[in-house]
């Protein structure tokens, strides 16, 4: 499902160039060709975080239970009807997330926790976040 939400946010990419902002993907693992599979889905740079640093020190985790979870269920349907699948390798418990990061002292503009499975960021509240960081120049 994160390569359903890669493609929605890789549809700002125009407006995000235009904005001076990097679209960036940091994920946790490249395992087989995990990555080569996501890049057609993501068009900014993708970064290995192996160590999980990026995904802080208490990493937000849904263990098998999450399955059985209604909302996860109408995500992976959502994702499936929308032409997307995912994989099984890897390690696929940790939830991820969408940052907006400004320089300096503007932090976080916008963060987006995945609460389950297949939680997608508002790709509207992305670009608006976006635009706070070409206002603090």
């Excluded at 407006?15 to 599979?37: C, F, M, R, W, Y």
């Excluded at 997330?97 to 503009?109: H, R, T």
């Amino acid at each position: 499902m994160c390569r359903e939400e890669a493609s929605e946010l890789s549809s700002l990419k125009p407006q995000l160039e235009e904005l001076g902002v990097p679209l960036v993907a940091v994920v946790k693992e490249n395992v087989g060709s995990e990555i080569q599979d996501f890049r057609p889905h993501f068009a900014g740079d993708i970064y290995i975080d192996e160590m999980k640093h990026f995904y802080g020190p208490l990493q937000r985790k849904m263990g098998g239970l999450g399955f059985i979870r209604l909302g996860v269920w109408q995500n992976f349907i959502r994702a499936w009807r929308s032409g997307y699948q995912g994989n099984m390798q890897g390690e696929g418990f940790i939830l991820g997330g969408v940052f907006v990061i400004g320089p300096g002292d503007q932090g976080i503009l916008l963060e987006h926790k995945e609460k389950q499975f297949g939680d997608k960021v508002d790709i509207a509240d992305v670009l608006k976040a976006a635009q706070k960081i070409v206002s603090a120049k």
